[in-house]
């Protein structure tokens, strides 16, 4: 069964994120600025209780934020330049490693418009769970739930239970990437059938562990950090946590992305090397 090297790929994500900062920073800017307006105005707007506005205020940022990651996918793996809007398009001048020869059959423009289709798409459904969420649990609290024996059917429904929680976490992990495929060129259809195997859809879990997890616990412990820094100023403090967290969701997006990129693109090949 092909899959792909967990180290390899987050090493892959790591380096090609530190080699090229400059650039990604850069075409980067018009996104961290919109994010970073979006969220200060849902504070300004009083919407930290209203889901589905506070989604509504950000959705503009969202489609920035498609745009960049698309190109970055393109770019990652074809070295193609990252398009942004407010800023001249500037071609890469690092070209380690070497760009891969895109042999797709569809163009640029329709791989990026369907890679950014999948992105909202899966940011929509993102939204709509977390609103559910949140209705169903409204008005209840923790002595409101009923209290039930033990017995083997109960067991059997929570095991049940469990088990289509885990089969819905791992859809949306490949739900989550599938822009990428599509981005790329690759038929999301043949993406789908070859993810789908658990093997596969486990080593896409633990490679977005590896690219997330240091890196998030040193934005966080830094965030925390600025925020007591600044006690006792709060429009300081909001600010300052807006950049922060913003700042390091791009970067930790991107590095995740790029991982991503080689992993879809090392799978995908070896399915059609073996196919032959």
Known sequence: MASF?????????????WKHRTYIARAAIPLIFLK??????IGVLGLEKNILRQELVMMPAYALEALFFCNLVRYALYREPIIMPGLVPVLPTVLEPPPVPYQGRLSRRLCLKAGIAFYLLFKILLIVLSWGNIALSEGHSPGDMPNYEITPLVSFAMLMLIWALLWVFLWLIRMSWAFVAATLGYSVKIYFKHVFKVRVALSVVGLMLLCLVPFDVVFEFTRESMVNFFEGHRAIQIIMSSVISTLGETLLTAISTIAMTYAIHTL???QEKEKR
Do not use: H, N, P, V
Not at 36 to 41: G, K, P
């Open 5 to 17: 090297d967990l180290i390899e790929m987050a090493t892959k994500g790591y380096d090609f994120t």
């Open 36 to 41: 970073i307006i979006c969220e200060l105005s």
């Open 268 to 270: 995908l090949t070896k």
